[in-house]
């Protein structure tokens, strides 16, 4: 009996540590999971989103790895991103921090805004009004946003959002994207530090990707707890379950 208990704990211990090592390997290799915690990315990905990212998209670099070990520089089977890519780095300014945003700018691009108009390369970038869109706040105010869609060179095309054109980081110095580098936005331009914050953010170097938002997994109405799931029958964003991510 005794033998037989012991055979028992030591297969389903066995059967744990396969399930981590697995477990290990994809989040490693093929897809890691990724929560939204912040409105940046409005109206494209809302706080509440989990997706998956793709690590096999732009190849490996040591912030594919658990902890970014620094094994070595560079990028093993590296492959460059497109323009209007959405993707998840590593904050330039600590390598710690992860970020999801847009890339709209190429290495050797020249990039500026002005009066809430995107340029790249000295040519506006095409964007049509959809809707005004209110927004209702935690604090029970309320809030009102312009939506466009803009049109990036390629004919990418995805949603953003601007409070004015008058905001903070609407009007910008012009920016030239280094060798080896990206420029990114969030999409809720009013409401994201991304690139245009220098001190913060900056240029992304082509190292500090960790991969491509492609799909949305699960999605919970914010504020919602993803432990409490007898009320997922209420707060699951039922509708955004298995989205493609433009």
Do not use: C
């Amino acid at each position: 009996m005794s033998r037989e208990k012991t055979g028992g704990w030591g297969e389903t211990f066995r059967t744990v540590i396969y399930a981590v090592l697995i477990a290990v390997v994809v989040r490693t290799f093929a897809y890691e999971p990724f929560s939204i915690p912040s409105g940046s990315m409005l109206p494209t990905l809302l706080v509440g989103d989990y997706l998956f990212v793709s690590k096999m998209s732009y190849g490996y670099s040591r912030h594919s790895m658990p902890f970014s070990p620094n094994f070595f520089d560079g990028r093993i089977l590296a492959d460059e991103p497109e323009r209007g890519d959405v993707a998840v780095f590593k904050l330039p300014s600590d390598g710690e921090t992860d970020y999801i945003k847009r890339l709209v700018g190429m290495p050797g691009d020249r990039i500026q805004v002005k009066a809430g108009i995107l340029y790249i390369n000295d040519e506006p970038v095409k964007r049509e009004k959809v809707r005004d869109v209110i927004i209702q706040h935690s604090g029970g105010y309320s809030s009102k946003v312009t939506q466009y869609v803009e049109t990036l060179p390629g004919g990418r095309q995805h949603l953003i959002w601007e409070r004015s054109d008058n905001e903070f980081l609407d009007n910008t110095p012009l920016y030239v994207v280094p060798a080896g580098h990206y420029f990114a936005m969030g999409d809720n331009r009013d409401s994201s530090q991304d690139s245009r914050v220098m001190s913060v953010v900056g240029f992304v170097p082509f190292e500090n990707l960790v991969g491509r938002a492609d799909v949305l997994f699960f999605s919970l109405e914010e504020g919602a707890s993803i432990l409490a799931f007898w009320n997922w029958p209420t707060s699951v964003r039922w509708g955004r379950i298995f989205d493609g991510i433009k």
